[in-house]
């Protein structure tokens, strides 16, 4: 039952069993029940294609199968050491990996479209949050990364901010259907870990995928103005 956690200030990025017959096991945020979870589980119909904004411990290469590609973006070179050291979640994943260091949305900016068939935003559960990964030019770019069914999943747990309505009003604006999936968390033994992500596509029927359950509409917020490049409101979304 011995686990190692990542942590930076009282964040929790990620943990793993340490019991090599149990440290594949997918915990915390990225359990199959979770928004990104169902989402990749939904694409596994063929070899998937999947980017990450934030690696913190790789818990997500778990998902990786033979054929698969998984493609990391993060901005500080420890995170990615730690995560090559000391977890193994990117040494044992079936799939190809990839770890591109630097900011995510500049690296992007010059990439050409990668086609992801999900997209994993994954940076947003501290206090101080980047703000230019959550705008509607950021969510444009996102969107010219991932196939036309393609899912940019956004994690929106914050014990600070309440980012739902504001990924809904990017998804409205560009276009795009949302939903959101939030997810309780479970027993001890499980570990899984209260979770709000949300769902966004082009494609509406991806996300009424079998694997996608218990989706739920978001309340939109009439007096809220859009979050852009040139501005953002990080009182109006405080808890």
Not at 142 to 154: E, M, T
Request: hydrophobic share 40%.
């Amino acid at each position: 039952g011995q686990m190692r956690r990542l942590m930076h200030g009282v964040i929790m990025h990620g943990e793993q069993y340490l019991d090599p017959a149990r440290r594949a096991q997918l915990t915390t945020y990225y359990q199959s029940t979770s928004g990104v979870g169902m989402s990749i589980l939904s694409k596994q119909e063929r070899p998937a294609r999947v980017g990450v904004i934030g690696l913190g411990t790789g818990t997500l290469a778990g998902y990786g199968r033979g054929g698969d590609v998984f493609r990391f973006y993060d901005i500080n070179p420890d995170v990615v050491r730690i995560a090559r050291e000391q977890f193994t979640y990117l040494g044992d994943s079936g799939a190809t990996i990839d770890v591109v260091l630097g900011d995510a949305r500049l690296t992007m900016e010059r990439e050409a479209p990668q086609g992801y068939d999900v997209l994993a935003v994954d940076a947003f559960s501290s206090d101080a949050i980047p703000v230019h990964l959550i705008t509607r030019e950021a969510l444009a770019l996102y969107l010219r990364h991932v196939k036309p069914d393609g899912i940019v999943a956004f994690h929106v747990s914050n014990r600070f901010l309440d980012l739902g309505p504001v990924v809904a009003r990017l998804a409205r604006e560009n276009g795009a259907q949302v939903t959101g999936v939030y997810e309780k968390g479970g027993s001890d033994d499980d570990l899984r870990t209260t979770s709000d992500w949300i769902l966004v596509s082009r494609d509406p029927a991806a996300l009424e995928h079998p694997a996608i359950k218990d989706a739920e509409d978001i309340e939109d917020r009439p007096g809220w103005r859009t979050w852009t490049d040139d501005y953002s409101n990080l009182v109006q979304v405080l808890k």
